[in-house]
């Protein structure tokens, strides 16, 4: 009995300590963003003296922080809604269709998963030049697509194995259509695996820097949360006081989707992995 309580205790101290150590990195962001630079740069790890929310003001309008979150909105909105649609479509029709076209297809959606971004970087810089979509909305949204359309698949169709024949043949026998079988009897089915490919993809779009630094570029018409806060990082000084309550403003809105969203993660990535 002893040993099974020194065991549990044992347990419960290491989940204590993992937990601090993913909170660790809010903590210092939260804690930081209303301090002085002065303060930051004396002892980042203690609260703060005197709390300045007026950081958060000065990032409002400095940043112009509404039209880069409209600008973040957008961009992740219409590219994980193309992401889910596509890979949901295809994700059907390789399963549904194992043509050998549709295997060497699956195949090489797969294969595009290894292969890392900053080996095609400077093509893809060169590909946008000239196809015209550098500095533009649709031209990044296609972006997004194209890299992020691989993994989703890959979920999508492990995922809709799992979904019974049998449903699919019931409603076209009662004289459902192709397309009404797919958006009325499965796509409905696809919950889990949706909400798991709209949180990784979302986290990733809304947060990333390196593509929108590629493809938007200069025009600062469709800058993103991301791009707007290394305004405060230059070559000879870094305003952190800044930058972090910058930081803390652009992750709030992406939490709160994760929060809402997260309890579906486990069940879709299960289910689209090894169910496939």
Same mark, same amino acid.
């Given at each position: ?103 060497? @297809?699956?195949? !090489?959606?797969?294969?595009?998963? +290894?292969? &890392?971004?900053?080996?095609?970087? #400077?093509? $893809? ?35 809709i194995k799992s979904v019974p024949l049998e449903i699919e043949e019931a409603a ?15 796509f409905p089915l696809l919950r889990p695996i949706i909400v798991t490919v709209i949180?990784?993809?979302g986290l990733w779009i809304w947060n990333d820097y390196l593509l929108p630094v ?27 006081? @800044?930058?972090? !309550?910058?930081?803390?403003?652009? +992750?709030? &809105?992406?939490?709160?989707?994760? #929060?809402? $969203? ?15």
């Amino acid at each position: 009995m002893t040993a099974s309580r020194s065991r549990l205790w044992a347990v419960a101290a290491a989940a204590i300590l993992l937990a601090l150590l993913f909170i660790a990195p809010f903590y210092f962001v939260l804690v930081n963003s209303v301090k002085a630079l002065g303060e930051i740069m004396v002892d980042a790890a203690s609260l703060p003296d005197k709390y300045l929310f007026s950081n958060y003001s000065k990032v409002w309008d400095i940043i112009k922080f509404p039209k880069a979150l409209l600008n973040s909105v957008l961009i992740t909105g219409i590219s994980v809604t193309g992401i889910v649609i596509i890979s949901a479509m295809t994700g059907y029709r390789l399963v549904r269709k194992p043509t050998v076209f549709n295997k060497i @297809l699956f195949t !090489a959606f797969i294969s595009a998963m +290894i292969i &890392p971004f900053q080996s095609v970087m #400077l093509q $893809l810089v060169r590909v946008t030049s000239f196809l015209e979509l550098r500095a533009n909305l649709f031209g990044i949204v296609i972006c997004y697509l194209g890299f992020g359309l691989s993994l989703s698949v890959f979920l999508f169709h492990g995922f809709i194995k799992s979904v019974p024949l049998e449903i699919e043949e019931a409603a076209v026998v009662d004289g459902c259509s192709p397309y009404g079988v797919f958006w009325k009897i499965v796509f409905p089915l696809l919950r889990p695996i949706i909400v798991t490919v709209i949180i990784l993809n979302g986290l990733w779009i809304w947060n990333d820097y390196l593509l929108p630094v590629l493809i938007i570029g200069s025009n600062k018409d469709l800058t993103t949360i991301p791009l707007a806060i290394t305004r405060f990082f230059g070559q000879y000084t870094k305003q952190w006081d @800044l930058a972090l !309550a910058g930081l803390t403003m652009g +992750i709030t &809105p992406i939490i709160i989707m994760f #929060l809402m $969203l997260q309890k579906h993660i486990i069940e879709g990535i299960s289910s689209g992995s090894l169910k496939g």
